[in-house]
């Protein structure tokens, strides 16, 4: 079976504060991918990030950046200076290949950035 | 604009109504998805076409009725809805059937409300 766990239901921080979601996924597939998306107000889930279990190196974008440690089935991801326009819920996903392939996703963190 | 257009962005339907649900794309992918998102709740996956042809059905009940008539356009028929059915149902496509090679497209969603 496959899960995606986001502990954190709801984070509020302070504008230019850094901050971090955590993700912790479940599988027992070899390869496998994970996702990060944003989801405005507005709705739609925005893709932010897709990494294969092959490839633990970390990535920045920008402000955004991803730790993926294998050891600890972990992909965290951190925003660093936020602003206002990082609030929206943040979903984790996981699919893997060798199995039910069916894009998994966590609760979802909603993120308050305050002014 | 993500590329996946969900027509109407909201809807109020009665228990007894009979309504549907578009999604459009044209980004050229061949997978097509229908997710429900229900307050407090993980996405849900609900259908799963590929080249028109429905891959999947994760146990949605009848009352939910999805037609795929080519690649670029998904459909989800409504009738005799439950108030617990009201959700934000997303429509999502991605190149590839589930092996997470390539990321999945959202749209923006369609708010139901079922009174």
């Known amino acids: 079976a496959q899960k995606v766990t986001q502990a954190q239901t709801e984070i509020s921080v302070v504008e230019k504060e850094d901050v971090t979601l955590d993700c912790v996924y479940e599988t027992r597939d070899t390869t496998y991918y994970l996702f990060w998306y944003k989801q405005p107000p507005s709705g739609e889930l925005v893709f932010l990030i897709r990494r294969n279990s092959f490839d633990e190196q970390n990535e920045i974008s920008g402000r955004y950046s991803w730790n993926f440690q294998k050891s600890t089935s972990s992909f965290n991801f951190t925003i660093t200076a936020s602003q206002v326009v990082d609030s929206a819920v943040y979903f984790c996903a996981l699919i893997g290949v060798q199995g039910a392939q069916k894009l998994v996703f966590g609760q979802g963190t909603r993120l308050t950035i305050n002014p | 604009e993500t590329g996946v257009t969900q027509t109407p962005r909201h809807l109020v339907m009665g228990m007894t109504n009979k309504k549907s649900l578009k999604c459009e794309q044209h980004l050229g992918h061949n997978a097509m998805y229908w997710y429900k998102q229900s307050a407090k709740k993980p996405l849900e996956l609900m259908f799963v076409?590929?080249?028109?042809?429905?891959?999947e059905n994760n146990s949605v009940p009848s009352r939910f009725s999805p037609e795929c008539p080519n690649s670029s356009h998904l459909f989800l028929h409504l009738h005799t809805l439950q108030p617990e059915d009201s959700a934000l149902y997303l429509c999502?496509?991605?190149?590839?059937?589930?092996?997470?090679?390539?990321?999945?497209?959202f749209g923006q969603g369609t708010r139901l409300t079922v009174v």
């Open positions: 999502a496509s991605s190149q590839d059937l589930g092996r997470g090679s390539t990321e999945a497209f």
């Open positions: 076409y590929n080249f028109k042809e429905q891959t």
